[in-house]
């Protein structure tokens, strides 16, 4: 299982190459059976302009985890996957340090998928609470 996690999350960060996930210096670092774990700094390049974490930055975070993780829990090869609708609720600021967002599957049908995404920071405090559905849609 390790050799296949960390298969997963080596093809996960590869896709990241030349995107916005790298551009925002987010990196997965965590898979099991129904989520993915990415992380990413908090930096002045993702401040807003009063020094905390911007909101958008999290859900760019949030989306994006919970899109590559649709990506591994669908077959890749068969369909498209595009988030649809997201919503977050951001509950606390923060300046400095990492935060996490774990994606968990809270729905898996054949045509949408919904995510329930906790962003927190290295102590496990809750930064914000973030649900995204995606479609998935097969290739032709």
Not at 45 to 69: F, I, N, T
Not at 79 to 95: M, P, Q, T
Request: a neutral charge; glycine letters at 6%.
């Amino acid at each position: 299982m390790n050799e296949y996690k960390e298969k997963i999350l080596r093809i996960c960060n590869e896709n990241s190459k030349n995107t916005l996930m790298e551009t925002l210096d987010i990196e997965y670092v965590d898979v099991g059976e129904n989520f993915l774990v990415g992380k990413m700094p908090v930096t002045p390049k993702v401040y807003q302009p009063d020094g905390v974490l911007h909101g958008g930055a999290m859900v760019a975070l949030a989306e994006s985890v919970g899109s590559a993780a649709s990506y591994i829990f669908l077959n890749a090869q068969e369909f498209f996957v595009r988030g649809i609708e997201i919503s977050a609720n951001h509950v606390k600021s923060i300046k400095e340090g990492d935060v996490y967002a774990k994606a968990v599957i809270m729905h898996k049908g054949r045509t949408t998928q919904v995510w329930d995404i906790k962003i927190t920071d290295k102590d496990d405090n809750l930064i914000s609470l973030c649900k995204l559905t995606t479609l998935a849609l097969p290739k032709k």
